[in-house]
């Protein structure tokens, strides 16, 4: 399907006061794939001032940390350049070094392989909240790791499934050491 034929079922669709479901439906109906067809809604109705899209701050960092020229490799450079950043964008670590990982690939710097997304110390933080809380919910571990780590929701869900996963497997006998 070409953009055109998508933009025409668009517009129509909206004329007719469709759903977004319903206009991706007869997207797909017209030859697109079910993702293709999704992100051409997504575009378009962006386009369209219908729904705004997620402001992402990464070229701006790249570029930020292009003139910078941060030694990243460097423990102590690369947690201020990670504070920086979070100040700056308004971004979870995480999401810092996210941009931090993409700039050293791109300036050909190698980054250590061990611990770069937490430091040994807030592993440590991460755990003694979940042994002092063995048996806290989402909502609460959510709490503690944006407040008291900074972390981004995705992040979150990661480390959370792991603590899932390691509930399991104590309730099926595994020990852990």
């Known amino acids: ?50 729904t705004t899209a997620r402001v992402g701050h990464k070229a701006e960092a790249l570029e930020l940390l292009a003139e910078e ?23 979870a670590a995480s999401t810092a070094n996210d941009y931090i990982k993409a700039y050293a690939e791109i300036a050909g710097i190698e980054m250590p392989r061990s611990n770069f997304g937490s430091s040994p110390e807030d592993q440590e933080k991460i755990f003694n909240f979940i042994v002092a809380n063995p048996n806290c919910e989402k909502a609460d571990f959510t709490i503690f790791m944006k407040e008291e780590m900074g972390r981004s929701s995705g992040s979150i869900d990661e480390t959370y499934r792991g603590i899932v996963l390691a509930r399991k497997l104590a309730d099926i006998g595994v020990e852990f050491e």
């Open 1 to 50: 399907m070409s953009v055109e034929l998508a933009t025409e079922i668009f517009e129509k669709g909206i004329e007719e006061g469709l759903s977004r479901d319903l206009i991706i439906v007869d997207m797909v109906k017209g030859g697109l794939s079910l993702n293709a067809a999704q992100n051409a809604y997504k575009e378009l109705a962006t386009e369209a001032g219908l």
């Open 69 to 91: 020229a941060p030694i990243v490799s460097d423990a102590d450079v690369r947690l201020a350049t990670r504070v920086l950043l979070q100040e700056k964008f308004g971004v």
